[in-house]
């Protein structure tokens, strides 16, 4: 999937606050939206090569949206809305290995207090599916969430009172690099998320985790990855 149509070279020089990077294109300094509100350790370095992708328009505040940062010898994707497309793709395609024999899929669907993501309906039940984009990693382990998640933890509630009523609900997780060898609940920064996580998992919620190709141009779904569980993998 491409991010976009007009894409530009730039260096990282500060992040005056989540919504906005301070970058220097061609000699010259602008500022960029960055669409990731999270803390992004690691990543948003003074000096690292960036891609931005130039999007002017009369509602915006930046012309520019700074969607991928070099990592190493990698590319990592920053723009957190693009794991929801590239999982709608493979939905849409019947393409993604972790779900199969459905139809329909409806996408913003409101149930409870809450929206998900998607539903897709299979022959004797419905599902309702939640995406989480994953950006924070140390030593291949993806770690979710980088910053405290009220709206995490109430997506869980909801996905496990979706099962007890006999619904399928899912969470997919999706890191958008590609040298991430498994997704686990971040607890040292958010412990009731990851508490909320191994109820949903022991009350029937499926986990499932994808990492990603990344190039300069381009974020596509690479390989199935393993959910671990207070260090237990789930199956």
């Given at each position: 999937?491409?991010?976009?149509?007009?894409?530009?070279?730039?260096?990282?020089?500060?992040?005056?606050?989540?919504?906005?990077?301070?970058?220097?294109?061609?000699?010259?300094?602008?500022?960029?939206?960055?669409?990731?509100?999270?803390?992004?350790?690691?990543?948003?370095?003074?000096?690292?090569l960036v891609r931005l992708v130039y999007n002017p328009g009369p509602k915006r505040k930046t012309d520019y949206s700074l969607v991928l940062v070099r990592h190493g010898s990698i590319w990592v994707s920053v723009y957190p809305v693009f794991a929801n497309k590239l999982v709608e793709k493979e939905l849409s395609e019947f393409k993604l290995s972790c779900l199969s024999g459905y139809n329909n899929l409806n996408r913003?669907?409101?149930?409870?207090?809450?929206?998900?993501?998607?539903?897709?309906?299979?022959?004797?039940?419905?599902?309702?599916?939640?995406?989480?984009?994953?950006?924070?990693?140390?030593?291949?382990?993806?770690?979710?969430?980088?910053?405290?998640?009220?709206?995490?933890?109430?997506?869980?509630?909801?996905?496990?009172?979706?099962?007890?009523?006999?619904?399928?609900?899912?969470?997919?997780?999706?890191?958008?690099?590609?040298?991430?060898?498994?997704?686990?609940?971040?607890?040292?920064?958010?412990?009731?998320?990851?508490?909320?996580?191994?109820?949903?998992?022991?009350?029937?919620?499926?986990?499932?985790?994808?990492?990603?190709?990344?190039?300069?141009?381009?974020?596509?779904?690479?390989?199935?990855?393993?959910?671990?569980?207070?260090?237990?993998?789930?199956?």
């Amino acid at each position: 999937m491409k991010l976009g149509e007009r894409i530009v070279d730039g260096i990282f020089l500060e992040r005056p606050n989540r919504y906005l990077a301070r970058v220097k294109i061609d000699g010259e300094e602008i500022k960029a939206h960055v669409p990731d509100p999270g803390r992004l350790p690691g990543l948003m370095i003074p000096g690292r090569l960036v891609r931005l992708v130039y999007n002017p328009g009369p509602k915006r505040k930046t012309d520019y949206s700074l969607v991928l940062v070099r990592h190493g010898s990698i590319w990592v994707s920053v723009y957190p809305v693009f794991a929801n497309k590239l999982v709608e793709k493979e939905l849409s395609e019947f393409k993604l290995s972790c779900l199969s024999g459905y139809n329909n899929l409806n996408r913003e669907v409101k149930w409870g207090k809450s929206r998900f993501d998607f539903q897709v309906n299979f022959p004797e039940v419905k599902a309702f599916i939640e995406v989480k984009s994953v950006s924070l990693v140390k030593n291949g382990e993806g770690r979710f969430p980088d910053a405290p998640t009220e709206r995490g933890v109430k997506h869980l509630r909801e996905l496990i009172d979706q099962k007890n009523e006999g619904l399928r609900a899912i969470v997919i997780f999706v890191s958008q690099r590609s040298d991430t060898r498994s997704i686990t609940s971040n607890d040292d920064i958010d412990p009731v998320f990851g508490e909320w996580l191994k109820k949903a998992f022991l009350a029937g919620v499926e986990l499932y985790a994808y990492n990603c190709k990344v190039t300069k141009n381009t974020v596509s779904i690479k390989n199935k990855i393993p959910v671990f569980i207070k260090n237990k993998l789930v199956k």
